[in-house]
């Protein structure tokens, strides 16, 4: 009899509830029985245990094994040092021509001068058995190797060794190929170098051994003498083939060898004489000879369009061939440039402006950049053939320079004969006007209205013009490395009246330069008339020594000093040293020749590898003009003349508003070109342009040969009377050395007329201050500008009126 259970599904919850409870009943509660105790861990757990307690966290560092080692070391990623060669960016032709010895100085040198400006690179190979060392031709390369069937491989290896990824493709041919290489540059640019080519013009039966008979397979090949052109990915190929190469050429034909070796290494099968699309022809001379049939060769097309012409027998054929060449691609650029005007004026056919389009006259030119202000404007000169007019606000007329009128001449010349070429009947008569412009982004610009005579109206006419010579050509110049850290040595010459101007300089100078511990030096230069004490307490510079004493002292740990030397003038200057010097620009008055005898005395305290700056007692400069001088100065390359600011005295004359460090401006005073006291040189530069003339400038060793110096006839020739200051001394010398000469709005003159003026309130003994008859007019100082002086004759002039009136 069976027994029928039926649980439901709470019956398997009570059955699971029971059995876990007996399970956990009779379970042990002592785990460390069964589970083996881990040292690190219970270390753990209790320093966890112990941080629960004292609430505090410390991190604890493992620093076991620790910096782990990478299993690969990384490699740091070298980049090219140019863009071309990381993108892969190769040039497009190397020639290499395979020549003798013997024809080095003939056949190469020719090849070398018609076609080297012309490619990328050139190469001449030759046996080095008896290979000279004096050949004028200096991209030779000499085989060791004699064997004349080798010589193409030993080429193609080197070539293969040191350029095969710098070029996308060679040019292998012979001494006697004259290579066209304008056109040959013309068609490789429209080929691609992804592709294998194996190019040039096929051997003819009468060029091939006679051993083969396969008529076939001899033309499959390239003739060396009309050129072969090969890719660079040919060349890797047969690098790669070389020996099997070497070993299969039993030929002393140079183009069946190179031929089998291309067909063997690339796989292929026959000379390209067209690829692409394009094709590269030669032409083969046959019985002509170029010096007796060239008018019968210039009438063939195909000589007109052949790459490379062979073979040529003489030197002068090159020469004939390149000069014809030439100028067949001077008409064809010509023509082109003739078309793309046509086709850019008529781009828009006449429903645009040529303003919107940006077409402008010449074609390629840009336009002149719109001045931001007045004083931006570049002014147009007015000009004849030997003068100009208005060059500037102080000069009416100016002769033209040498250049300058030799480029009036050759501007002239050009417009007559395309006034002419278009008018055959014009005569020319004369220039109407002209005026020239420099534009520094667009070049010179020349307005020119010319008569002619019409002989065909028989009567005058006036023609207008307009020329420019375009800026097309940028070149950088090399300049020598110069730095902003050089010690420049000041020499600082003084009169005896100019004590006061010399005490305000050196109270500048050392808020500029010492106190911001700027690498440099001053040299005081005290010129004592001849009778003058120079020693105890009648020295008139005994001032200035102590302040020098003072300053050297307090600056000592810088490094920076003051020093002097003193020049005991001779009696015939000391004499002709007076106040109406103030009146001058130059503090040496008229005497600027002076400045050759401080310089010559006082480099011998300095030495002849020192920058020296001669500067001005009147003058204050910022930090920023002496690294202007530092880099402006370049040994045995450049010297640097500044043309300071002269500032009015507006204190005495109330016409403006004094400002020592505010802008430059027309109110406050004007840039002194006629003032060269502060100049800057290398030492060494000025005692070399001294020594070459002597002669005419004699060199002061002592205080007694400043009478020498400043004693010169002024009826010897111009060039002696033209030396008066240091500037016309390099300009004048057969050194090397650049005058630069530029404003400097940081370097400003006025001190010492406004000291005058200062204790001349009422201007009497202004008004007794005047230049001499001998000085030009623009030495002198300008107290004021012409619109300052004009407003104040103005004014008075109406107080005058009104004073008649009452």
């Not at 010589?151 to 040191?162: E, G, Q, T, V």
């Not at 008018?295 to 390149?322: C, G, S, V, W």
């Not at 300089?505 to 004490?533: G, R, V």
């Not at 930090?623 to 005495?652: A, H, K």
């Amino acid at each position: 009899m069976g027994v029928n259970f039926n649980l439901s599904r709470n019956h398997y919850l009570l059955l699971g509830i029971v059995c876990g409870f007996l399970f956990s009943y009779y379970s042990p509660h002592d785990y460390t029985e069964y589970v083996a105790e881990c040292p690190e861990v219970t270390e753990n757990a209790d320093t966890l245990l112990n941080l629960e307690h004292n609430n505090e966290f410390e991190p604890q560092l493992n620093l076991d094994q620790k910096p782990m080692i990478a299993k690969k070391t990384v490699k740091n990623i070298i980049r090219p040092r140019y863009y071309y060669s990381e993108l892969g960016i190769r040039e497009k032709l190397f020639v290499g021509v395979l020549t003798t010895t013997e024809n080095v100085d003939t056949y190469a040198t020719a090849i070398n001068r018609t076609a080297a400006h012309l490619v990328n690179k050139i190469k001449f190979f030759i046996h080095a058995d008896n290979v000279k060392s004096n050949f004028n031709l200096k991209n030779i390369v000499g085989f060791t190797d004699t064997r004349e069937h080798l010589r193409p491989f030993h080429m193609l290896k080197y070539l293969a060794d040191n350029y095969l990824d710098e070029y996308d493709f060679f040019l292998l041919l012979t001494d006697t190929t004259y290579v066209n290489a304008r056109t040959v540059r013309q068609h490789l640019q429209h080929l691609s170098i992804t592709l294998d080519v194996y190019m040039g013009t096929k051997l003819e039966d009468n060029a091939f051994n006679r051993e083969e008979t396969d008529e076939t397979v001899r033309n499959d090949y390239c003739d060396l003498h009309a050129g072969i052109i090969l890719s660079s990915g040919v060349i890797r190929k047969i690098r790669a083939n070389l020996d099997w190469c070497v070993r299969n050429s039993v030929s002393n034909n140079h183009s069946a060898n190179i031929g089998k070796c291309v067909k063997y290494s690339t796989k292929i099968k026959s000379c390209h004489q067209t690829w692409q699309g394009i094709d590269i022809t030669s032409y083969h001379l046959n019985s002509y000879k170029i010096y007796r049939d060239f008018h019968l060769i210039a009438k063939e097309i195909r000589f007109n369009n052949a790459a490379m012409i062979y073979p040529i027998t003489t030197t002068d054929d090159f020469y004939l061939l390149h000069a014809y060449f030439s100028r067949v691609h001077l008409k064809q650029n010509s023509e082109v440039k003739r078309m793309l005007l046509e086709d850019a004026m008529q781009i828009s056919n006449g429903t645009l402006t040529n303003d919107i389009l940006e077409v402008r006259w010449p074609l390629g030119v840009p336009k002149s950049n719109p001045p931001e202000s007045r004083h931006d404007v570049v002014p147009w000169i007015a000009l004849n053939t030997t003068h100009s007019f208005m060059w500037n606000s102080e000069v009416n007329i100016q002769r033209l320079s040498a250049v300058d009128e030799e480029d009036m001449r050759n501007v002239l010349n050009k417009t007559i004969l395309e006034a002419t070429r278009n008018n055959p009947d014009a005569e020319f008569r004369g220039i109407h006007t002209a005026y020239k412009r420099f534009d520094a982004v667009r070049g010179m610009d020349y307005r020119l209205l010319l008569n002619f005579y019409d002989r065909r109206l028989k009567k005058m006419v006036q023609k207008s013009f307009e020329v420019i010579k375009p800026i097309s050509l940028i070149e950088i110049v090399p300049s020598p490395y110069v730095t902003e850290s050089t010690r420049v040595a000041i020499l600082l010459p003084t009169f005896e009246n100019q004590v006061l101007e010399t005490e305000q300089f050196l109270e500048s100078y050392e808020k500029t330069c010492m106190d911001s511990q700027d690498n440099t030096f001053l040299m005081l230069i005290f010129l004592y008339h001849a009778e003058t004490p120079s020693k105890g307490d009648e020295d008139v510079f005994l001032p200035l020594k102590n302040i020098a004493l003072a300053l050297t002292e307090k600056h000592k740990q810088d490094g920076s000093r003051v020093a002097w030397v003193s020049i005991r003038l001779p009696v015939e200057i000391s004499s002709k040293v007076s106040s109406n010097h103030q009146y001058y620009s130059s503090f040496y008055g008229p005497h600027t020749r002076m400045s050759f005898a401080a310089v010559d005395l006082a480099l011998r305290k300095i030495g002849l590898e020192s920058l020296v700056m001669l500067c001005s007692n009147a003058a204050s400069f910022r930090p920023d003009f002496l690294n202007r001088v530092r880099m402006n100065t370049i040994q045995g390359f450049q010297v640097y003349s500044p043309i300071g600011f002269m500032m009015y005295p507006c204190e005495w004359t109330g016409l403006c508003k004094p400002c020592e460090n505010c802008d430059v401006g027309q109110s406050s005073g004007y840039f002194d070109r006629a003032n060269y006291d502060v100049v800057s040189f290398y030492s060494n530069d000025y005692v070399f342009a001294r020594k070459q003339l002597e002669q005419l400038l004699p060199i002061v060793r002592n205080d007694r040969d400043i009478v020498n110096l400043l004693s010169t006839n002024s009826t010897q020739p111009i060039t002696s009377s033209t030396i008066t200051n240091i500037i016309d001394l390099f300009t004048l010398s057969n050194s090397k050395i650049h005058v630069l000469r530029a404003i400097e709005p940081n370097l400003r003159y006025g001190r010492s007329i406004a000291n005058f003026l200062s204790n001349d309130p009422y201007g009497e003994q202004f008004a007794k201050l005047h230049c001499s008859e001998e000085a030009e007019r623009r030495q002198c100082i300008r107290i004021a500008s012409k619109k300052q002086i004009g407003d104040v004759f103005v004014q008075y002039s109406k107080q005058f009126e009104n004073r008649e009136v009452v």
